[in-house]
């Protein structure tokens, strides 16, 4: 049994003018390029409005900070200031790390652990029935909800932010997993029971193949709920950690340290889920072609 996901060729017939072939690729480069500018053009409107909205002084810089003052607070995070490394004793860079650790050990079990639960869950119904309930209900939990508990079970070090971000992350996968398997055509599994696969067969080479589209939207979300929750984990004893230094804030209205970490956060998502992104590229090449 070698059935594997479907390889799609774009056909070149002979004879065919490769002068067509480059204006192809002049016009993809010219639509990056596009995509490019506007991308750059909507980012430096919002940066425009943000320092318009200072300069008139609309609201106190207590609750918007001027945009200088943040990048001022990004000099002193990769700095040595008075005596003081950084924020908070360590380097933009040292919270970065910490908290990247953290989402790694987290959402690298979230993987192993999820995507055979998903496949489980996808091809043995009981296990499907029974498993279900409990992610859909750990899903629809609030982090801080639990965190506590995980405190007191794991106490205040790594170990509890990484069941915590491992919690956040592990449903959303398993739950990716079930939605690719179910998008199979039923024929497919009757053409290879015919053939005499058995059912591990059938989740080697249809079910791994079929799912893995779904799989990495999973992963995505997955890492999107992490970041959504690093702070939480972060409340406790998360210094270094860039979740912990965005929580230390508010113990003196530090608006813009805050507005750092906001910018920071969102900058580390966008490029980790373009990396997932140029991978699936590569894992699922059929994805979304025609």
Same mark, same amino acid.
């Given at each position: 049994?070698?059935?594997?996901?479907?390889?799609?060729?774009?056909?070149?017939?002979? &004879?065919?003018?490769?002068?067509?072939?480059?204006?192809?690729?002049?016009?993809?480069?010219?639509?990056?390029?596009?995509?490019?500018?506007?991308?750059?053009?909507?980012? &430096?409107?919002?940066?425009?409005?943000?320092?318009?909205?200072?300069?008139?002084?609309?609201?106190?810089?207590?609750?918007?900070?001027?945009?200088?003052?943040?990048?001022? $607070?990004?000099?002193? =995070?990769?700095?040595?200031?008075?005596?003081?490394? #950084?924020?908070? @004793?360590?380097?933009?860079?040292?919270?970065?790390?910490?908290? #990247?650790?953290?989402?790694?050990? #987290?959402?690298?079990?979230?993987?192993?652990? &999820?995507?055979?639960?998903?496949?489980?869950?996808?091809?043995?119904?009981?296990?499907?029935?029974?498993?279900?309930?409990?992610?859909?209900?750990?899903? +629809?939990?609030? %982090?801080?909800?639990?965190?506590?508990?995980?405190?007191?079970?794991?106490? /205040?070090?790594?170990? =509890?932010?990484?069941?915590?971000?491992?919690?956040?992350?592990?449903?959303? /996968?398993?739950? +990716?997993?079930?939605?690719?398997?179910? +998008?199979?055509?039923?024929?497919?599994?009757?053409?290879?029971?015919?053939?005499?696969?058995?059912?591990?067969?059938?989740?080697?080479?249809?079910?791994?193949?079929?799912? $893995?589209?779904?799989?990495? !939207? #999973?992963?995505?979300?997955?890492? @999107?709920?992490?970041?959504?929750? /690093?702070?939480?984990?972060? !409340?406790?004893?998360?210094? %270094?950690?860039?979740?912990?230094?965005?929580?230390?804030?508010?113990?003196?209205?530090?608006?813009?340290?805050?507005?750092?970490?906001?910018?920071?956060?969102?900058?580390?998502?966008?490029?980790?889920?373009?990396?997932?992104?140029? /991978?699936?590229? $590569?894992?699922?090449?059929?994805?979304?072609?025609?």
């Amino acid at each position: 049994m070698t059935a594997t996901a479907p390889e799609l060729v774009d056909p070149a017939p002979a &004879g065919s003018d490769p002068g067509r072939a480059v204006d192809r690729s002049d016009r993809t480069r010219g639509a990056t390029l596009r995509r490019v500018a506007i991308r750059v053009a909507a980012v &430096g409107g919002i940066v425009l409005a943000w320092w318009a909205v200072t300069a008139l002084e609309i609201w106190p810089e207590l609750i918007v900070p001027r945009p200088g003052s943040v990048w001022q $607070r990004f000099v002193e =995070s990769v700095t040595t200031h008075d005596g003081v490394r #950084g924020l908070e @004793g360590h380097y933009l860079w040292e919270h970065l790390a910490a908290s #990247g650790k953290r989402l790694a050990l #987290g959402v690298g079990a979230a993987i192993v652990i &999820g995507v055979p639960i998903g496949l489980a869950m996808a091809t043995i119904r009981p296990i499907r029935t029974a498993t279900e309930p409990f992610l859909n209900f750990v899903r +629809s939990l609030p %982090p801080l909800a639990y965190f506590s508990l995980l405190i007191i079970w794991f106490g /205040i070090e790594d170990t =509890s932010k990484v069941w915590l971000l491992f919690v956040a992350a592990v449903a959303p /996968i398993s739950l +990716s997993v079930v939605a690719g398997a179910e +998008s199979i055509r039923s024929d497919w599994f009757d053409a290879a029971r015919s053939q005499g696969a058995s059912r591990l067969q059938v989740v080697r080479h249809l079910v791994v193949p079929a799912v $893995r589209p779904e799989l990495f !939207t #999973g992963i995505r979300l997955a890492i @999107g709920f992490a970041f959504t929750t /690093i702070v939480a984990a972060e !409340t406790v004893n998360g210094i %270094p950690g860039i979740g912990g230094l965005a929580w230390s804030t508010k113990k003196f209205n530090q608006t813009d340290i805050a507005v750092l970490c906001v910018i920071v956060i969102g900058l580390c998502a966008v490029a980790i889920d373009q990396i997932i992104r140029a /991978i699936e590229r $590569r894992a699922v090449p059929w994805k979304g072609r025609a």
